[in-house]
Nanobody, 125 residues
Framework: QVQLVESGGGLVQAGASLTLSCAAS????????IGWFRQAPGKEQEFVSAIAWSGGGTVYPQSVKGRFTISKDNAKDTVYLQMNNLKPEDTAVYHC??????????????????WGQGTQVTVSS
């Protein structure tokens, strides 16, 4: 069984930066890719970014493009999400998950499994 564990969240002021980590453990890990999603209280899960495990192609929604950068270290089975110029609307629990189905849109949560427990990011104004 594969486990994904997120870390790096915290409480920061608007304009600050944070780097989240998503570390995989368990049996040999080779997903199609890793996605980051976030969920704010009372809101639906929102796609934040994704990276292909081989090749490293990345995808971002307009809401974070230019501010967030996803990267990976295959040797460490770890994916990072560098978040710059954070805004109060970025406040949410951030989860990572492994992509299991390339036929679904990269932003579709149904195409992912092995979800981590999440890490809280709170941005104060």
């Amino acid at each position: 069984q594969v486990q994904l564990v997120e870390s790096g969240g915290g409480l920061v002021q608007a304009g600050a930066s944070l780097t989240l980590s998503c570390a995989a453990s368990g049996r040999p890990f080779s997903p199609y890719g890793i996605g980051w999603f976030r969920q704010a209280p009372g809101k639906e899960q929102e796609f934040v970014s994704a990276i292909a495990w081989s090749g490293g192609g990345t995808v971002y929604p307009q809401s974070v493009k230019g501010r967030f950068t996803i990267s990976k270290d295959n040797a460490k089975d770890t994916v990072y999400l560098q978040m710059n110029n954070l805004k109060p609307e970025d406040t949410a629990v951030y989860h990572c998950a492994a992509r299991k189905n390339l036929l679904m849109a990269v932003s579709n949560t149904e195409g992912y499994h092995y979800w981590g427990q999440g890490t809280q990011v709170t941005v104060s104004s």
